[in-house]
């Protein structure tokens, strides 16, 4: 598929051919899902902790006697049927993340970027440099109506389009190999340079 290449200031520069086998699949909103949750996974911290009954800070002291009261018998006020007792088989700091096979994670890249693709969404400028002024660069994203975008560039980003870009609220760069399912969804629009577009089908190919 071919695609018009523009500038930052909004100037024609050229065209780009695009790998059909890259940016032109049927996304399939399965594997996106799968790959998405993998990455929300992994990224939890699982830090979550609650106390046990062995952890809580009460007397390990009998309650009272065990029989003649009435009442029912009982430990030490620990237990988790007390208010304030320990909490049975509550949450303790564990990984969330889970196994999911390469081939899955780069058919969602690949998805991710056809989805962009056919909603119109994506679009490749020409290059990402900047003199690391944030004023105007915000004033060429309001111009080119880029509310929402992702930038991913080449191997590397420009310094001063990355100093530029930190501070504009909706705009977040990438280089090509951060460039990821969930980013690329959560933005409304999805933006390439041409060394970015040669990374990623470098990367998916």
């Known amino acids: 598929m071919k695609l018009d290449v523009i500038k930052l200031d909004g100037g024609k520069a050229g065209s780009v051919e695009l790998s059909d086998e890259v940016f032109d699949l049927d996304p399939r909103a399965d594997i996106l899902h799968r790959v998405v949750r993998w990455q929300r996974n992994k990224a939890q911290q699982g830090t979550h902790k609650v106390k046990t009954r062995s952890e809580v800070s009460y007397s390990k002291k009998k309650i009272y006697r065990q029989k003649g009261t009435g009442g029912a018998r009982h430990g030490s006020r620990n237990a988790p049927i007390f208010r304030k007792g320990g909490v049975y088989k509550g949450p303790t700091p564990r990984s969330h993340a889970h196994d999911l096979p390469k081939k899955v994670r780069k058919l969602g890249l690949m998805h991710a970027l056809s989805a962009k693709a056919k ?87």
């Open 119 to 205: 909603e119109g969404a994506l679009v490749v400028i020409d290059t990402a440099e900047s003199d690391g002024k944030t004023g105007a660069l915000a004033k060429q994203v309001a111009n080119l109506g880029w509310k929402r975008a992702l930038i991913i560039d080449g191997a590397s980003v420009n310094e001063g389009f990355a100093k530029a870009a930190a501070n504009i609220d909706g705009l977040d760069v990438l280089p090509s190999m951060g460039a990821n399912v969930y980013d690329i969804l959560r933005r409304d629009t999805l933006v390439l340079t041409k060394a970015g577009v040669e990374a990623l089908e470098a990367r998916l190919k």
